[in-house]
């Protein structure tokens, strides 16, 4: 695919389905992350793959931090669905370091920001659809516990990855510019 129409015809896609990636294709779709910018080479990211049988836990992960995080009823149907959306689900977490003075937290965070959308492309790539969710959850303890993380570390998203389930082609769209560009 020419990266080029690969950047400019990119979308979010909800409804996913099997096939996922295969072990040899989530080796190249973490190749990718690899490749995001990063200063100071610190790799301040992790990935968490979830399928088959474990997306049940991860749906009681999600359950669990919408009754912790008193999230409400909206949001609870919302976990319970969340899990069955697709066939795979990367969880990200950024590995934040506070004590590196040389490249700021925010940097560190926007790094593990580039690893995941280089992930988004290289599914595409690949001929995978996906999108990235996040929300007030991915703060639940059990969610935080069962990924590991260090204090300082924070779960920036889940990519739910798969097949698209419809088929159809999207119109091709040139998004408007103004206001976003200007020069000095």
Same mark, same amino acid.
């Given at each position: 695919m020419d990266a080029l129409k690969l950047l400019t015809?990119?979308?979010s896609e909800k409804k996913l389905s099997a096939p996922a990636p295969n072990k040899d294709q989530l080796a190249q779709i973490f190749q990718a992350a690899l490749h995001a910018p990063d200063h100071g080479k610190l790799r301040p990211y992790r990935f968490v793959v979830i399928e088959e049988e474990k997306m049940t836990t991860f749906g009681g992960l999600l359950k669990s931090a919408v009754h912790e995080?008193? =999230?409400?009823?909206?949001? &609870?149907k919302k976990a319970e669905n969340l899990a069955g959306r697709a066939p795979m689900v990367i969880g990200v977490v950024a590995k934040l370091d506070p004590t590196i003075k040389k490249v700021p937290e925010w940097e560190q965070l926007l790094c593990a920001g580039c690893a995941t959308y280089a992930i988004q492309l290289a599914a595409n790539a690949l001929g995978f659809k996906n999108v990235w969710v996040?929300?007030?959850? =991915?703060?639940?303890?059990? &969610?935080?516990q069962a990924?590991?993380?260090?204090?300082s570390d924070k779960i920036i998203g889940f990519l739910m990855i798969g097949s698209a389930e419809d088929k159809?082609?999207?119109?091709?769209?040139?998004?408007?510019?103004?206001?976003l560009v200007s020069s000095l």
């Open positions: 015809e990119r979308y995080l008193n =999230l409400g009823e909206e949001r &609870l996040s929300g007030p959850w =991915l703060d639940g303890s059990d &969610l935080r990924f590991q993380c260090d204090t159809l082609e999207r119109e091709k769209k040139t998004l408007n510019l103004d206001g």
